[in-house]
T-cell receptor, first 113, second 114 residues
Framework: GESVGLHLPTLSVQEGDNSIINCAYS??????FIWYKQESGKGPQFIID?????DKRQGQRVTVLLNKTVKHHSLQIAATQPGDSAVYFC????????????FGSGTRLQVQP | GAGVSQSPRYKVAKRGQDVALRCDPI?????LFWYQQALGQGPEFLTY????????KSGLPSDRFFAERPEGSVSTLKIQRTQQEDSAVYLC????????????FGSGTQLSVL
């Protein structure tokens, strides 16, 4: 299949290092935030989500931090592995009356062995 | 089924041809979404169903795009008189609904209009 994100911002890290991917949002009414991983030729795969009443949420090797004051959230991946190489998208739900998620433009993570 | 299934995986159409893209959501998922993803970009919302009701079609780019989910399960996205700018990956996603917004995506249909 076609590659996803040929001209995306790229974060390059060494295997074993921690990765941080940032996402800014503009809609102060957004109440739900979510991160997806997309590998070439595949659909987005859920990683982790967080609601606006929380500041931090942890999963397996992943953490999402939400700062509503500056309208920013970040995905942290601990001990990054080659299998983490992919394009990462943040998304938000901006209006409780609208169920659809709005996606950002994505960041390519490259893990160097 | 284990996940969201989309078919065909690839579709090549001549400009002006009509196409139909199919989505089988996860069994029991109330909500179904269609997104369009251009090369190098994030998915863009097209339309949303809750069971058989199409509650939001604000993202459909023109009246050439039509989606249906007649029995609240399988959905079809139809594009009439395809144009080159319709070339993209069309992603289907489903969720449990009822406050559970976590979307599960299929692998998409890659549409190329020549």
């Amino acid at each position: 299949g076609e590659s996803v994100g040929l001209h995306l911002p790229t974060l390059s890290v060494q295997e074993g290092d921690n990765s941080i991917i940032n996402c800014a949002y503009s809609n102060s009414a957004s109440d739900y935030f979510i991160w997806y991983k997309q590998e070439s030729g595949k659909g987005p795969q859920f990683i982790i989500d967080i609601r606006s009443n929380m500041d931090k949420r942890q999963g397996q090797r992943v953490t999402v931090l939400l700062n509503k004051t500056v309208k920013h959230h970040s995905l942290q991946i601990a001990a990054t592995q080659p299998g983490d190489s992919a394009v990462y998208f943040c998304a938000e739900r901006g209006d409780t009356g609208r169920r659809a998620l709005t996606f950002g433009s994505g960041t390519r993570l490259q893990v160097q062995p | 089924g284990a996940g969201v299934s989309q078919s065909p995986r690839y579709k090549v159409a001549k400009r002006g041809q009509d196409v139909a893209l199919r989505c089988d959501p996860i069994s029991g998922h109330v909500s179904l979404f269609w997104y369009q993803q251009a090369l190098g970009q994030g998915p863009e919302f097209l339309t949303y169903f809750q069971n058989e009701a199409q509650l939001d079609k604000s993202g459909l780019p023109s009246d050439r795009f039509f989606a249906e989910r007649p029995e609240g399960s399988v959905s079809t996205l139809k594009i009439q008189r395809t144009q080159q700018e319709d070339s993209a990956v069309y992603l289907c996603a489903s969720s449990l609904g009822q406050g559970n917004e976590k979307l599960f995506f299929g692998s998409g249909t890659q549409l190329s209009v020549l």
